[in-house]
């Protein structure tokens, strides 16, 4: 439902919702039909001639799969209260949350885990992490951690990857689709500071021709890392949470990095035990 509300075309919820449509490639009819409105209804919210009600802004947001902190920027736009609070993760009532991610961590060792917020500020982390870490000048471990800074700073982990530029490369793309989705000044700064650092010289970075141990192909792109006269082999998997109902929670990844080949297990299992 819609109530007529001449709306400056140039203010409002109705650009907006135009610009993620757009984004998203997907028409007012397919939208419509998605929203159980009707393209009528959307061509006048988008152009003005109608405000929408909350409940139709909050349907095209989820259609749209707009990110929950720019529901909060539609909703504000259209005349509405926020709907999804941003609670800190220090605030007890995020408790469960806190003690759920920690258990979730430790039950993943010895392997590497971590999660992070929506600038890539680690969150939490266990001891696979922190064995990978192990060596990193104190300065770059002083709160907050940034995954990126740690990854790709040339005194961080950059100079143990063995294949750099392919991992930077990969992980460049995702904060840059990331920025695409998002109004993050916060993120932006941290992909404008990692995409400077300088790269070690491309001989050192090539995946190795022979491949992974026992000729058996990655299924992933993998993180190749020297550690302590090894060669560890990792892919990456980010999960997020179903259906938030708050900022914060919306914005958390956990990461977990998996094993990419035997000689990755064998170690990390002997080195945990």
Same mark, same amino acid.
């Given at each position: 439902m819609t109530t007529a509300v001449p709306l400056r075309e140039s203010t409002g919820v109705g650009p907006l919702l135009r610009a993620w449509r757009e984004r998203r490639k997907v028409s007012q009819l397919d939208l419509a039909l998605r929203a159980d409105s009707s393209a009528r209804h959307i061509s006048f919210v988008e152009t003005g001639r109608s405000r929408p009600s909350e409940e139709l802004v909050l349907r095209l947001a989820e259609h749209l799969d *707009?990110? *929950?902190?720019?529901?909060?920027?539609?909703?504000?736009a259209a005349g509405y209260a926020p709907r999804f609070r941003e609670t800190p993760m220090d605030d007890p009532s995020m408790g469960a949350l806190r003690e759920g991610l920690e258990q979730l961590l430790r039950g993943y060792e010895p392997y590497p885990a971590l999660v992070v917020d929506a600038a890539y500020d680690v969150v939490a982390a266990n001891n696979g992490i922190a064995m990978i870490l192990d060596g990193v000048p104190e300065h770059l471990l002083k709160p907050p951690l940034n995954a990126?800074?740690?990854?790709?700073?040339?005194?961080g982990l950059a100079p143990k990857i063995r294949n750099l530029r392919e991992w930077?490369?990969?992980?460049?793309?995702?904060?840059?689709?990331?920025i695409a989705l998002q109004r993050s000044d916060a993120l932006r700064a941290v992909y404008e500071e990692v995409a400077a650092y300088p790269v070690a010289d491309p001989g050192v970075d090539v995946v190795d021709a022979d491949g992974p141990p026992n000729g058996l192909p990655y299924f992933a792109?993998?993180?190749?890392i020297e550690h302590d006269g090894h060669l560890l082999s990792f892919v990456s998997s980010i999960s997020t949470f179903n259906t938030p109902m708050d900022v914060t929670v919306a914005e958390l990844a956990i990461e977990t990095l998996l094993p990419a080949d035997p000689a990755t297990v064998k170690f990390l299992r002997s080195a945990g035990s």
């Open positions: *707009v990110p *929950v902190r720019e529901r909060n920027s539609l909703l504000l990126m800074r740690l990854t790709l700073h040339p005194e930077r490369g990969h992980l460049l793309h995702q904060m840059e689709r990331q792109l993998p993180l190749r």
